[in-house]
C-alpha cells in the first residue's frame, strides 16, 4: 500500500528464526527468497560477537533489519 510497508512482528519474528536456524527465508508476502546481507562485523565498531542482518525481499521491497546473536545457540 505503501513505499514504508513493512512486515508484521509476527512476520519479522519468524524470519528471524530462519536466520537463527542457518537458513535464508522465504518473503512472507511473496515466498521468494530474500536477498540477506551482514551489517557490521568490523567497521561499524558494533561489538564483539553481535552483527545485524538485513534482508530485503527483490519483489516488494520490503526489508527486515534485526541483530543476530553468533555462536549462541538458545
Ligand atoms: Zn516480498
Known amino acids: 500500500m ?19 536456524s542457518g537458513e535464508i527465508p522465504l518473503c512472507p508476502r511473496c515466498a521468494v527468497l530474500m536477498t540477506q546481507r551482514a551489517i557490521g562485523g568490523g567497521s561499524f565498531g558494533l561489538g564483539y560477537h553481535r ?3 538485513w534482508l530485503l525481499c527483490p519483489q516488494c521491497r520490503r526489508s527486515v533489519i534485526f541483530d543476530v546473536k553468533r555462536g549462541t545457540r538458545l
Open 2 to 20: 505503501s513505499e514504508t510497508a513493512r512486515y508484521t512482528s509476527a512476520e519479522e519474528k519468524a524470519m528471524r528464526e530462519t536466520v537463527q
Open 51 to 53: 552483527q545485524r542482518e
